[in-house]
């Protein structure tokens, strides 16, 4: 339990944080040094399409001394707050010429200055043959490396999909998200928090459409501002959404097939007024699956030891109905309001066959075992978020508050049946039935607000936030005994988690000649609790963490720029990693939680090296400790594997990467990526620890072809070494994806045709490299699907959402 003394220092910071907040603030108000002469510079393309991200610099003209550094928002704009004087305006962006403006602001109180940018594309002129850039795929943002994907065609129909083809991003044998190797990554969708992790983050991104995706943002080393749990970083999802005034209409149906026919059908509309947007979508999609394993491992029974060779196969039944709707209202000129709503359905089951075949040391047969699993497992998530803004001043100042409620319901029953057969064929035993229910309840608040306080010569941004999450689980099992069902307490459980967090954060940011400065503080204080049945007690966490960021950002020149980062970071155990209710897979394989799990923490480390503005080359470290990954032990009496995540003593990674968009022609862009890594941690043995290492690499390469008769085609090649997970090293694979696409009735209609997985090479396989089990896997899923889509829009066209960032984490 928190003592007197640790409660009234968590009260006092408390009090100082909403005191410094309000004093900022306040200052804010009545600040009367700072002028009211702006200067508003919109920056476009060629086309009269906002070109997000771009780089806007403010000189003075006399001196040319850098004033201030800003990225053109997603609509294309930027503000600046100035005094008289005259001024340059430099804006620069990936694939585009850079352009100049000069201009004068007069002393006439409270003066708008409004400038437009149409940037023209690069040109290069080699041998009398004109070479026009297309726009490039990779773009650099100090830390953060930001893939447009609203032209890719061939990474699949769902955002899972499009996530494994991502520089550093992988899956591993759950489809658990992987960043650089590793799990603990945040994933937000337009700077929100999902509430989720592992299956159901998985499942809400596989209901996720690929074509609604404008760009993904990996964020190496986040600063202060975000949340500080994720110590793996973030990975922000920016979701499509109408700009500018007037309706659009987007129709789009999809058919696919791998082992299964699927479907995805999606209605997705927008209306913009002067005051008002409103946003709404349907979708219904299919992703159903299917995998055939292989797998191995030795038990002992008495003084021998059994070989068990497994054969599996796993249907996964899909039907996903996912809806969302939005409004964002301009109450007064200096006040909006939106209100957000995300829920989805779906409506899963998993039939499973495993085959055992069970040998002596000499090979001789000596037990077949035939199990299946049948899972019925509908899931239903609900999510609401309401925001206020307040802008307090022409200057940029402003207030956000935010409120986040999440509700996530699962109702799980399965039923296992296992036959055992002798070497003579003939039945072992009778007919063993087990079967569960097992309901789980979470539900999560989350209310934050943020004030962004720019000064001149320097930017403040304060935040507190405070978030409850429970989670109420209650597993039942019966077994089969005399053609009667039994309760089986030994197996079930009742397992209930509650957690408050508490945070506030301070950071600065200050731009010194050619060079941004940004530092900053977050405080966060977590108090959870766990009990269950079958740990006969309770377990509790109550500690109070600071997490510091600093990142340094400088430009050499035109040609060269370098960005330096580093933050603290957090990984509390999900939810369901601490239940320790087990999940059958057979009678000799299991998934179960660990309700000793401990926080994982990191330290995160990136430098970025940005080459003509095309060049990216990342280098990125990682020090955790209690390294939270996959693990093995057996039961006692069963000698059954049991995998569940469990605390390493620490984890270090050294990643270097290099991306960058290549035009080889007026019809030709490359988009590389790829790298080196070198991992490295400990891992109990029979009375010893091992440091296990491995080098590994990874490489990809996306191809967009601009064809005859106005074609697009995409050829993309995706491989990846040797890496370590937990006890396990997984082995090599390679994959191929290709697409074509071809527009109609004045980029109306949209067809697209796609071949995943060309070869049938994306595959895994892993065996283990602890003491406790040989167990080794070879997994192969129906990744190769051929795909076909139409898409049609009435009205504009959906340009990526407009963020508003609320950093909650959840860990389901």
């Known amino acids: 339990m928190r003592s007197a003394k640790e409660k009234q220092n968590m009260q006092a910071l408390g009090v100082w944080f909403l005191c410094l907040t309000l004093f900022l603030v306040n200052l804010s108000v009545g600040h009367g040094r700072a002028p009211d002469e702006r200067i508003e510079v919109v920056v476009k393309d060629e086309g009269d399409i906002a070109v997000p991200g771009a780089t806007v610099k403010l000189f003075k003209e006399q001196t040319d001394k850098l004033i201030s550094q800003v990225s053109a928002d997603e609509n294309g704009f930027v503000q600046f707050t100035v ?40 040109m290069n002129v080699l041998d009398d043959v004109v070479i026009v850039a297309q726009r490039p795929t990779i773009q650099a943002e100090g830390n953060k490396l930001i893939l447009s994907t609203e032209n890719t065609l061939s990474a699949g129909n769902s955002a899972m999909e499009l996530l494994k083809s991502m520089p550093g991003v992988s899956a591993g044998q759950d489809d658990e998200i992987l960043f650089r190797g590793a799990p603990g990554v945040q994933v937000t969708i337009n700077g929100k928090m999902t509430y989720l992790s592992g299956k159901e983050l998985t499942e809400m991104l596989n209901g996720l459409n690929a074509a609604d995706i404008a760009k993904i943002e990996l964020l190496s080393s986040p600063s202060a501002n975000y949340d500080a749990a994720g110590t793996g970083g973030v990975i922000n999802i920016v979701t499509k959404r109408r700009q500018e005034k007037g309706y659009a209409v987007e129709l789009r149906s999809m058919v696919s097939k791998g082992r299964y026919w699927m479907v995805n059908d999606n209605i997705t509309g927008s209306f913009k007024h002067d005051k008002l947007q409103v946003d709404a979508s349907f979708d219904y999609n299919t992703p159903h699956k299917n995998t055939i394993s292989t797998s191995s491992h030795t038990i002992s029974q008495g003084n021998n030891d059994m070989l068990l060779e497994r054969a599996n196969e796993v249907s996964f039944k899909i039907k996903f109905y996912t809806y969302k709707i939005g409004a964002t209202w301009q109450l007064a000129p200096r006040h909006q309001l939106s209100a957000n709503y995300h829920g989805y359905t779906d409506d899963f089951t998993a039939p499973k066959t495993s085959s055992i075949t069970m040998r002596d040391r000499s090979g ?184 510091p960021s600093l990142s340094i950002n400088t430009e050499i020149n035109n040609d060269n720029q370098i960005d330096f980062s580093l933050s603290r970071r957090i990984e509390r155990p999900p939810y369901a990693a601490l239940n320790p209710v087990r999940w059958y897979n057979d009678p000799y394989y299991m998934f179960a939680g660990n309700a000793n799990l401990q926080p994982e923490t990191s330290w995160l480390y990136a430098v970025t090296y940005t080459l003509k503005r095309k060049y990216f080359f990342l280098f990125n470290y990682s020090a955790r400790s209690n390294y939270l990954s996959r693990n093995m032990v ?51 043995q029979d009375r010893q ?124």
């Open 83 to 122: 005094d008289t004087g005259r001024y340059r305006i430099c804006v620069v962006s990936v694939g585009y010429q850079e352009q100049c403006l000069d201009t004068s602001v007069s002393k006439n109180g409270r003066e708008l200055v409004a400038l437009s940018f149409l940037l023209k594309s690069s």
């Open 364 to 547: 001789t047969i000596v037990e077949s075992i035939y199990s299946t699993v049948n899972i019925v497992e509908p899931y239903y998530f609900d999510s609401f978020n309401a925001g206020y803004q307040f802008d307090i001043d022409t200057l940029g100042k402003k207030i956000t508050a935010d409120v986040q409620l999440i509700s996530y319901r699962n109702f799980s029953n399965s039923e296992m049946e296992t036959r055992r057969y002798r070497e003579t064929g003939n039945p072992d035993g009778d007919l063993d039935i087990l079967r569960s229910n097992q309901p789980g309840f979470i539900r999560v608040s989350a209310y934050k607000v943020d004030a962004l306080l720019p000064y001149p010569g320097i930017d403040l941004k304060v935040g507190l936030k405070y978030a409850v999450a429970s989670n109420d689980n209650n597993a039942r099992f019966d077994s089969l005994q005399n053609g009667q069902y039994v309760d089986a307490p030994s197996l079930s459980n009742n397992f209930n988690y509650r957690e408050t967090i508490s945070a506030a954060y301070v950071s600065a940011s200050k731009i010194w000649k050619k060079t941004t400065f940004n530092a900053g503080l977050r405080l966060e204080h977590t108090d959870a609790k766990s009990w269950s049945v079958l740990s006969s007690g309770s377990n509790q966490w109550d500690y109070t963490r600071l997490f």
């Open 634 to 684: 057996k039961d006692t009496q069963s000698e059954a594997l049991i995998s569940q995540r469990a605390n390493f003593d620490h984890f270090r990674r050294l990643d270097l990467n290099v991306a960058t968009t290549l035009l080889p022609s007026s019809w030709w862009q490359m988009q590389w990526s790829g790298g080196i890594n070198f991992t490295t941690y400990p891992v109990d």
């Open 689 to 812: 620890t091992d440091n296990l290492s491995q080098w590994a690499g990874n490489l990809q390469c996306i191809n967009q072809l601009k064809l005859p008769g106005d074609v697009n085609m995409e050829l993309a090649g995706y491989w990846y070494s040797r890496e370590l997970f937990g006890i396990f090293q997984k082995g090599s694979y390679f994959y191929v994806n290709a697409g074509l696409a071809k527009s109609f009735f004045d980029k109306r209609l949209g067809v697209r045709i796609a071949l995943n997985d060309v070869f049938f090479t994306n595959n895994f396989s892993a065996h283990s490299l602890a003491a406790i089990t040989d167990y080794r896997y070879f997994d192969k899923p129906d990744t190769r699907r051929a795909m076909f889509s139409l898409t049609y829009s009435l009205g504009g066209k959906l340009q990526s959402a407009k963020e508003r960032r609320t950093e909650e984490q959840d860990r389901l």
